[in-house]
């Protein structure tokens, strides 16, 4: 089944502690991103990747790191989380940068930085 | 800064057509609007997009004014599952000029609530 994969589901940390969220992709899709979601807020831009060893900030990269070492992951890294990180997190892919018609989002993290 | 309006909420009957209008008034000739839903903390769907003729597929209809700047998505027979947030979507910038989805904005939406 084509989809997108997130893992954890759900977290719960602590401050400071590092932390990865893993997306991955079984579509061959190039474009990559990250989105946070709060309430009363909408979807925010994190990160984005067009390919492989290609990424960019979206709206909110601050506090975030990700890579693109091969096309079908991309995880989104916190070095230091903070409260303020606390958010439900979506991956999503699709073939290329104007695929939006394809564009597939994972099923989401809820993380919580207490 | 989202380039479209949307109602913030709406009740359908089930079984009902649900009719979700969205205001893109300052859209411009070559850009397409795209619409999007998302159930309760999943992750956003694709349902569909259009430029200026009407469009239809398995999950619903889309009916563009002639002038464009506004556009109604149909939900023929709505049932309990479709409840979620709408998102009625217009690139930040169009996609012949760079634009992509690093650009598309998921405002705040129509939350769509069907009863029974």
């Known amino acids: 089944e084509a989809q997108v994969t997130q893992n954890p589901r759900y977290l719960i940390t602590v401050t400071g502690k590092k932390l990865t969220v893993t997306c991955s992709q079984n579509?061959?899709?190039?474009?990559m991103s990250w989105y946070r979601q709060d309430p009363g807020l909408g979807l925010r831009q994190i990160y984005y990747s067009m390919n492989v060893e290609v990424t960019d900030k979206g709206d909110v990269p601050e506090g975030y790191k990700v890579s693109r070492k091969e096309k079908r992951n991309f995880p989104l890294i916190l070095e230091s989380p903070s409260p303020n990180q606390t958010s439900l997190y979506f991956c999503?892919?699709?073939?290329?940068?104007?695929?939006?018609?394809?564009?597939?989002f994972g099923s989401g993290t809820r993380l919580t930085v207490v | 800064d989202a380039k479209t309006t949307q109602p913030t909420s709406m009740d359908c009957a089930e079984g009902r057509a649900a009719n979700l209008p969205c205001n893109h008034s300052t859209i411009s000739g070559n850009e397409y609007v795209y619409w999007y839903r998302q159930i309760h903390s999943q992750g956003p769907q694709y349902i569909i997009h259009?430029?200026?003729n009407n469009e239809t597929n398995e999950m619903a209809s889309l009916i563009i004014t002639e002038d464009r700047k506004s556009s109604t998505l149909i939900l023929p027979h709505a049932t309990l599952r479709d409840t979620a947030v709408y998102y009625c979507i217009v690139p930040l910038r169009p996609l012949y000029s760079g634009g992509g989805a690093d650009g598309l904005t998921f405002g705040k939406g129509t939350h769509l609530i069907i009863q029974p």
């Open positions: 999503a892919s699709s073939l290329s940068r104007t695929g939006l018609k394809n564009y597939t």
């Open positions: 259009g430029l200026k």
């Open positions: 579509m061959n899709h190039e474009y």
